[in-house]
């Protein structure tokens, strides 16, 4: 008895054990313990931004989800949402750009307006475009970009210009998955506080830092003063570029490509500022929306999935407000990694011995076979032969032999001891000697 407990105590002390290795290996795969949450440093002090002017943020985040070698990252953006005490507004539970959220449009240049940063997961393989640093491994990350104003147009999903105004709606830092990769950890949204002039430099509501780079000195610049103090020039906004005057095309970084790798591409010829929505096949993959450049330039990747069916596949790039539509052939090839995983699993099914059982197998059937056959038709020919037989006897029997009639026996005259004649008797020639001899007495 003493010795099942033991038993038993210590399946358990080993159960405890894996429970805690896997609770173990779940905090390395996501350091980030804590709820994400994002710190606006303005140059104003706290979250204060001006309602007629630019105005340079510092802008934190802590608690987000690193994924080292992940595809992508997050997306820092200036904008509104419909719902900002609550979560309808995430992607990840439904929101979508455009109806549920709406974001001040800006390339994805590293030298873009600051009205949209891209912050990279380590290793990324898209970490050369990114524009607001690298996730670092705690979660934490950092950058500096701009909002422009209480009032901005941004592009509606149905690819029409909608303005916002921030004195009446909601507006302040909002964050996503980057590069179409829906995120739930990583989606947030910060309000910030319109005011006039140079601001208070103290005010801050939820989400704001107290502090900035500076030691949380205010400036003491107002209206325009301080966007030429923070930028040395006026807002690029007002340059005037050209809009396309041809259709647009799409650039590949390569056509041929396997499944589950990361598909590159650019594309040109779209207004400037529209949204654009890659799309590969019947929608097995996309990615977007994209912000045309200034000069409607765009640029993204997506990951082709593991069970993509191979062979040729159409991308396109869809232009929401243009109505421009690029469209490129890529060739989708089967990994080799396990083409030969694969090949190496068949051959093992058919090894040597393997093939000797089967083979083995398909003789004795064929023996077997062979045996009943045999055996049928010696009976069939066995029965033939004594029926053959039995009607051969019956045709050689001897009929059995014919008796001649006998002749017949003339009348005999028998004289009387009186001497007087006897009538006449036939005996027939059968009779005996004696019974002759007693007739001719």
Known sequence: MSRTRRTAAGGWARLMLAAAVALLGIGVASPASAAAGVSIDSELGGTQVRIDGQTALSVSGSGFQSIEGGFGG???????????????????????????????????????????RFVTFPGSGTAAAANGGEVSADGTWSLQMRVPGATFEAIDRDGDVRSVD???VTCGIITIGAHGVINPSNETFTPVEFVSGSGTGSSSTEGGSGTSDDGGTASSATGDDADDETTGEEPTDDIEVAAPSGPATIGLEQSTIIVGRVLTFTGT??????????????????????????????????????????????L???????????????????????????????????????????????????????????????????????????????????????????????????VTPDGDLADTAVIPVRRSARRREEVLQ
């Open 269 to 314: 010829g779209f207004q400037p500022g529209e949204q654009v929505v890659a799309v590969l096949g019947a929608g097995e993959t996309g990615a977007g929306p994209l912000i045309a450049g200034r000069f409607g330039e765009v640029a993204g990747a997506l990951t082709l999935p593991a069970n993509l069916r191979t062979g040729s596949h159409v």
């Open 166 to 168: 921030c004195r009446e």
């Open 74 to 116: 997050i997306y820092v953006l200036f904008g509104w949402v419909d719902d900002p005490n609550g979560g309808s507004w995430r992607p990840s539970n439904g929101g979508s750009t455009g109806v549920d959220y709406l974001y001040v449009p800006d390339t994805e240049a590293k030298d873009n307006q600051g009205y949209q």
């Open 316 to 414: 396109q790039l869809l232009g929401a407000g243009s109505g421009q539509v690029a469209e490129a052939t890529v060739t989708v090839m089967a990994d080799p990694a396990a083409l030969t995983a694969a090949e190496n699993a068949a051959g093992e099914g058919l090894s040597w011995p393997v093939l000797a059982v089967l083979i083995a197998a398909v003789v004795l059937l064929i023996v077997v076979v062979s045996s009943l056959v045999t055996g049928l038709t010696r009976r069939r020919r066995r029965k033939r032969a004594e029926k053959a037989a039995a009607a051969a006897r019956v045709d050689e029997q001897p009929a059995e032999p014919k008796v001649a009639p006998e002749p017949s026996t003339p009348p005999v005259t028998q």
